[in-house]
């Protein structure tokens, strides 16, 4: 069974950082892309960023510039290390896996889906 883990969230203070991590289990993703989608209370579930098997990263604009995507492929892992977070970063962070390289921004365009991860920014 095909599972992604997260971990990292937690409460910090605006202006703060948290590292996100993702580590599939079950099989290995060095040919997927991965990506992270974040969803607010009474919000739907919007794009953070992605990453492909290259290395090639797309962010959303709300992100770019503070969010940094990585992957580790010989670890399985995947990072998302945020900076300067804001009150409006507060959401459930969750990691995603899909098919192929186009960084694709589309909650549909995912196969797998993580439980979440909480990050609550405080102003």
């Known amino acids: 069974q095909v599972q992604l883990v997260e971990s990292g969230g937690g409460l910090v203070q605006a202006g703060g950082s948290l590292t996100l991590s993702c580590a599939p289990s079950?099989?290995?993703?060095?040919?997927?892309?991965m990506a992270w989608f974040r969803q607010a209370p009474g919000k739907e579930r919007e794009f953070v960023s992605t990453?492909?098997?290259?290395?090639?990263?797309k962010y959303a604009d709300s992100v770019k510039g503070r969010f940094t995507l990585s992957r580790d492929n010989a670890k399985n892992t995947v990072l998302l290390q945020m900076n300067s977070l804001k009150s409006e970063d507060t959401a459930v962070y969750y990691c995603?896996?899909?098919?192929?390289?186009?960084?694709?921004?589309?909650?549909?365009?995912?196969?797998?889906w993580g439980q979440g991860t909480q990050v609550t920014v405080s102003s």
């Open positions: 079950g099989r290995t993703f060095s040919s997927y892309r």
């Open positions: 995603a896996a899909g098919r192929g390289m186009a960084l694709l921004t589309t909650p549909g365009s995912y196969d797998y």
């Open positions: 990453i492909n098997s290259n290395g090639f990263t």
